[in-house]
């Protein structure tokens, strides 16, 4: 089935933050706490969506001379848009992210999937390779953030409430109490580190997996002598 | 030529509906913004002035500058709080500039007869776990400016430990802290200064910056 090939892709084939390595910048800077990972990736994941939704229904218009400008206007259309409502109704966590919202247009994850799919596909298989590719990233940028909140704070998920407000502060964990702090994992080389570390758990599973895969050919389809 | 109009007209096209779409959206969130925005100055001040909690006195500022007290040619918002038409307290909101990383944006809240009610680091982009603990959250160590003036402790000991001063620096962070206590001391001369004229200048315009 063709969406189950397009999750596959985007949260682990293909995955932005882990294989690809595009939108570093975000990945590396907001995935200090589980609150902001969870925040960016959201906010990556809708512009994915809205952007490649509208990339696809713009695209028997869009001549291959004039598709990159147009990628651009939609982009960045499609993120001040996000970037005004989370203004008005996520003031604090707005607040908190910053410069990193408008800067989700730079995140060259979205003009890449704007241009090696959602030119090529009808709107629906673009969605949902827009939401698959944004949940990969999120899903990365999540992990990153668990681990150096974690280690730098001893917590998860601190500062809930930007996000779900006065419910959100129930849902803070203290994981290790009494924790003194370890700023290495808070400061950027944490996150090159942390980041480093996830390629690497990423790579070993594939390889794990692959090797596995490889173990049970033999039985399920002998070979004919 | 043909092919060439057809891809221009396209491309505006797309920018037009963009363009719509901007529009819309923000005329759909722009008073929800104004407001919430208001919300977290009001947020703010409330920390420092707990009477701050009608409006009155977020529509009471002015904005000032002078390169002596506020250098690098900072905008200075000064909120004014009144009781019965009588001067009560002044906040004021500034930058620290001799921070570690970059400025450090302050609020300090000094009464009428000069004396500090307190002071709050509203942004900052010190070394997390070394100069954050600025922040009242971390540490209770911006609480201790309330109720200092500039005759408590005394001008010359208003500085940190390390320089003869009477505020305490943190394990492993002189600057920060004594960038914030020469900031909020800069205040302090600047309200010892100005404080009669600052309190019958008119108020802005409320909103006047935006829409």
């Known amino acids: ?225 | 030529m043909k092919r060439m109009l057809r891809s221009a007209a396209a491309l505006g096209l797309v920018a037009l509906t963009g363009t719509a779409l901007l529009t819309g959206v923000d005329y759909l969130t722009a008073d929800r913004i104004a407001e919430q925005e208001r919300r977290v100055v009001l947020e703010q001040l409330g920390q420092l002035v707990p009477q701050a909690s009608d409006d009155s006195l977020l529509d009471d500022k002015i904005t000032v500058m002078d390169e002596q007290f506020f250098p690098n040619g900072q905008q200075v918002s000064i909120w004014r709080s009144r009781d019965h038409g009588e001067p009560l307290a002044a906040i004021l909101k500034f930058n620290a500039v001799n921070g570690y990383n970059g400025d450090i944006t302050l609020l300090a809240g000094i009464n009428a007869d000069g004396s500090l009610r307190g002071v709050r680091v509203i942004s900052h982009k010190e070394t997390p776990g070394l100069g954050d603990a600025i922040e009242a959250e971390k540490s209770s160590w911006i609480l201790g400016f309330s109720g200092k003036s500039l005759e408590n402790p005394g001008r010359e000991r208003w500085n940190v430990k390390r320089e003869g001063g009477e505020f305490d620096q943190f394990t492993g962070a002189t600057i920060t802290p004594r960038a914030v206590v020469n900031a909020v001391r800069l205040a302090l001369e600047y309200f010892e200064l100005n404080h009669e004229a600052l309190f019958e200048e008119p108020a802005e315009t409320p909103g006047g910056s935006r829409r």
């Open chain 1, 1 to 225: 089935m063709i969406y189950r090939e397009i999750f596959a892709n985007g949260l682990w084939r293909q995955n932005t933050g882990l294989v690809v390595l595009l939108g570093l910048c975000p990945l590396l800077a907001v995935s200090n706490t589980v609150v902001n990972a969870i925040g960016l990736g959201l906010a990556t994941t809708l512009t994915l969506v809205f952007s490649n939704l509208a990339v696809s229904l713009a695209r028997p218009a869009l001549r291959p001379e004039i598709r990159i400008p147009a990628y651009v206007i939609i982009i960045a259309s499609v993120v001040t848009v996000l970037q005004m409502l989370m203004q008005a109704w996520f003031h604090d966590l707005y607040l908190v992210l910053g410069i990193f919202i408008p800067l989700i247009v730079t995140n060259c994850a979205i003009i890449g999937r704007a241009e090696s799919f959602a030119s090529r596909n009808r709107p629906l298989p673009s969605i949902v390779d827009g939401l698959a590719t944004g949940l990969g990233f999120s899903l990365a940028l999540v992990a990153l953030g668990a681990f150096r909140e974690v280690i730098g704070k001893g917590t998860l998920m601190s500062h809930a409430s930007l996000m779900f407000g006065e419910w959100g502060k129930s849902l803070q964990l203290t994981v290790i109490p009494n924790h003194p702090g370890f700023l290495l994992a808070l400061l950027p080389p944490g996150a090159f580190i942390g980041l480093g570390l996830l390629i690497a758990g990423r790579n070993w599973l594939d390889a794990r997996l692959a090797r596995n895969r490889e173990a049970m050919q033999p039985e399920s389809a002998p070979h004919e002598t």
